[in-house]
T-cell receptor, first 111, second 118 residues
Framework: NAGVTQTPKFQVLKTGQSMTLQCAQD?????MYWYRQDPGMGLRLIYY???????DKGEVPNGYNVSRLNKREFSLRLESAAPSQTSVYFC??????????FGQGTRLTVV | AQTVTQSQPEMSVQEAETVTLSCTYD???????LFWYKQPPSRQMILVIR??????QNATENRFSVNFQKAAKSFSLKISDSQLGDAAMYFC???????????????FGKGTKLSVKP
């Protein structure tokens, strides 16, 4: 009953460093998503993957890349971190025509 | 494009009292889902309640109920007998119904921070 597992939970990066956020779900969902949450902004979609092998940009994709490695895993990569990418990141997967299931979030600070 | 608006950045309620959080949305579609998510300080996103647009009956989950007004595009959350553990950020979210393929995107409001006073 793991649901959506997201790692790491916390990360501090220096400007210009790169990192990959990992996400895996064990619910056999087709669609997976990466959101960022900023104070007063709600959750905004960065990228999503409708199914294995496909990815699409969301509302705020600049500075990010994603990989849908297989049906279970969907990673988010920051190639050159910037202070504007300081945020809380959530991975989610959605069951057919119902609610989203979320990972526990990653608090990323870029200094 | 669909949008979700939560006009109350912060709300406060006395323990054991009732509070209503507001949400309005804009869509041209007729089939969709609406959700309320709770985010406590632990940061975890927890589903509180969901409503299918084709259902006229308002959803209820224990102390949580919604007032879904499809024509007005309004979806408010009522919390009865408020408890200290209800203190959290609450997000209203919209998702269109899908007919195969992509399950679409959850569109969120900016949230309402609920405080519960003992």
């Amino acid at each position: 009953n793991a649901g959506v597992t997201q790692t790491p939970k916390f990360q501090v990066l220096k400007t210009g460093q790169s990192m990959t956020l990992q996400c895996a779900q064990d619910m056999n969902h087709n669609s997976m998503y990466w959101y960022r949450q900023d104070p007063g902004m709600g959750l905004r979609l960065i990228y999503y993957s409708a199914s294995e092998g496909t990815t699409d940009k969301g509302e705020v994709p600049n500075g990010y890349n994603v990989s849908r490695l297989n049906k279970r895993e969907f990673s988010l990569r920051l190639e050159s971190a910037a202070p504007s990418q300081t945020s809380v990141y959530f991975c989610a997967s959605i069951r057919t025509n119902t609610e989203a299931f979320f990972g526990q979030g990653t608090r990323l600070t870029v200094v | 494009a669909q949008t979700v608006t939560q006009s109350q950045p912060e709300m406060s309620v006395q323990e054991a009292e009732t509070v209503t959080l507001s949400c309005t949305y804009d869509t041209s579609e007729s089939d969709y889902y609406l959700f309320w998510y709770k985010q406590p300080p632990s940061r975890q996103m927890i589903l509180v309640i969901r409503q299918e647009a084709y259902k006229q009956q308002n959803a209820t989950e224990n102390r949580f109920s919604v007032n879904f007004q499809k024509a007005a595009k309004s979806f408010s959350l009522k919390i009865s007998d408020s408890q200290l553990g209800d203190a959290a950020m609450y997000f209203c979210a919209y998702k269109r119904q899908n007919y195969g393929g992509s399950q679409g995107n959850l569109i969120f409001g900016k949230g309402t921070k609920l405080s519960v006073k003992p």
